[in-house]
């Protein structure tokens, strides 16, 4: 019977709908698969098993009433730490924020409204600004394929629960490559839904019962398989996408390969390869794939992106920090001038201190470049291109400005490296579907992202579920 667990939650939900299992005893498993998988992996750090237990016995009575169930009935699931949840306040790292009284964000009343058991969070960064996901509070939370390593973050645990078959569905969010790093680093998938698509309203950050919609910020699922994120998608968005509708037929697709641009990191000659595996096997499907240059201005981009996130961002930075990088702005522009790039410290302590005016020239340009980006989208069905330019890499608890990527040829990356392939979906507000593409020699997952045009959210996921089912997705890592 555990082997349910190691479903996807659309077949969950057709066990629970023929009464093979309850949903209390599938809530049973999942608690018990946590506990043996809890020292090794750290990736559900609080739970409330008492109410969890008390809803799905209420969810087992609905359906043996033959009552309503709704579209999750009975379904036992976590989410990530960053969003409130009664009786599990989002503490997105730092324990004085789990010191109060919340109710459940949007996002998580409508799972739980849809029949979902909610019965743990998952772990982050402290308020999620980091692609590890570790902190004080909760400690380090470790890769399923590899425990030396980080499954990502900020919705890292998310991904390494879902990885190990601790959960079926996982709510998380994505500013800066958030849902979709860890689910490259893991080999699970996950959207990052159009901007505005799904609200934000009850995750921290920003401050708790922040009414503000934060710009580039999305909030999405993560899930094994793509009709679980069409699915959860639906229910979150509390909006016309449908669930049931059909994948996409490969041989109409067409797709534009990007993997090489003279403005970002180069990838690890293992990535690229499982990319390049990935596209010929589209093609064999009866795809049509065409290498692409830069679908974007990235020279342009990139800076524009990190001015508009650094404008966020920099409201959840303490004001020593803030008061120092506004020091530092005079030697961050002299240091421009001088060919630092925008993934310098430069171009991020004049990022995090950006006057309202310099915000205003950034949203300017975004929207430029959005409009240049469109037309791409009436040749291409979506753009297939990497996540990162490293598989997971081992844990590193030194400061930032300390870190870096190792590539399998021996380079070395700066660490905010990570923000470059995820910046053109993120900065333009275009959908992005990550999906398992393969693993390297070593056995560490690699993952990509299907980018489409915005609000043609349902097009990277039906071709997302295409792929799943024509040529390959989620594999569970060795136990």
Known sequence: MSDLLDLDATAQLAALASKKVSSVELLKMALARHAETHARLNAVVTAEPERALE?????????????????????????????????????????????????????????????????????????????????????????????????????????????????????????????????????????????????????????????????????????????????????????????????????????GLWLEDPNLPVIDPEVRTVLETLAKALEAAGATVELVASPVDTQTLLPTYLTLLGAVLSEDMPDKALRAMERARPLARWSLARGAGPLSWAHSSLAYTARHREWLAADAVRARLRHNIAPLFDRYTAILAPITPVPAFPHDARAFVRRRLKTSDGRALPYNSILAWIATATALHLPATAIPAGRTPGGLPVGAQLIGPRGGDGRTLSLAQAIDELIGGFVAPPR
């Open 55 to 255: 809803r799905a016995r209420a969810m087992d009575d609905a359906r043996m009433r033959s009552d309503p169930t709704g579209p999750l009935g009975g379904l036992p699931m976590t989410v990530k730490d960053t969003f409130d949840v009664v009786g599990m306040p989002a503490s997105s790292g730092l324990a004085h924020l789990r010191r109060r009284q919340a109710e459940d964000a949007v996002a998580v009343a409508h799972a739980r409204h849809a029949g979902a058991v909610i019965w743990g969070k998952t772990n982050v960064p402290v308020m999620a600004a980091d692609w590890q996901s570790a902190n004080q509070l909760y400690g380090v939370t470790n890769n399923p394929w590899d425990q030396t390593r980080t499954p990502g973050g900020s919705s890292g645990g998310a991904a390494a629960a879902l990885a190990a078959g601790v959960t079926a569905l996982e709510i998380g969010s994505d500013i800066g490559g958030s849902l979709r790093v860890p689910a490259g680093f893991c080999g699970v998938f996950s959207h990052k839904p159009s901007w505005g698509m799904v609200t934000q309203r009850g995750h921290v950050p920003p401050h708790p019962g922040s009414y503000a919609e934060r710009d580039l910020n999305v909030v999405g699922p993560m899930a094994r398989s793509a009709r679980d994120l069409r699915m959860l998608l639906s229910i979150l968005e509390a909006g016309p996408l449908a669930p049931k509708a059909p994948p996409a037929d490969l041989s109409e697709a067409r797709i």
